[in-house]
């Protein structure tokens, strides 16, 4: 099967993180947020403003080079989260599950929620705002550039 492209703009991004701030809403209150970076820090800002949450903390992890996925690292772990309990994690998408078991680990009891799931990491996380095929690689606007690009019935291979 083909790869398939979604491209999220940013006005699409801050109300897809607004919509998730309102399923997080009652869920709380909140000690604060870890975002984890890079994807996760627009969509956390987006979501603590909304909560009021001042609090926020990062975690890096390191999966992805492009589009091509390795061995999880961890770069920068949370400094003041504990355990994770009354804290909130987020992230602008769950894939595989790679990252998120990785976190998860860190944050045992953190409330872990993304604007994206695909099938895959959907398990492993509490709380989303839509869900993706597996096979769809989203372009994400910090990622992409204003361009043309042809119909997609000019991208299709003969069958």
């Known amino acids: 099967m083909a790869q398939r492209y ?24 909140w000690k604060g947020v870890v975002a984890i970076t890079r994807g996760g820090l627009i969509p956390a800002a987006i979501i603590a403003r909304e909560l009021e949450c001042r609090i926020i903390e990062t975690v890096s992890v390191v999966t992805y080079d492009e589009e091509t996925k390795g061995e999880p690292r961890v ?17 602008d998408l769950v894939d595989t599950g790679t990252t998120a078991k990785v976190v998860r680990a860190m944050l045992p009891h953190a409330h872990f929620a993304t604007i994206y799931a695909k099938p895959a990491g959907k398990p492993l996380v509490d709380t989303f705002v839509t869900e993706v ?21 000019k991208g299709q291979v003969a069958k």
């Not at 690689?137 to 990622?143: A, H």
């Open 6 to 29: 979604f491209t999220v703009t940013w006005d699409q991004l801050h109300r897809d993180s607004k919509a998730l701030a309102w399923r997080l809403l009652d869920l709380g209150p």
């Open 75 to 91: 770069v920068k772990p949370p400094a003041a989260a504990g355990d994770g309990k009354g804290w909130l994690i987020i992230d």
């Open 133 to 153: 095929s597996q096979d769809t690689w989203i372009l994400f606007p910090w990622d992409t550039e204003v361009q043309f690009i042809p119909p997609i019935a």
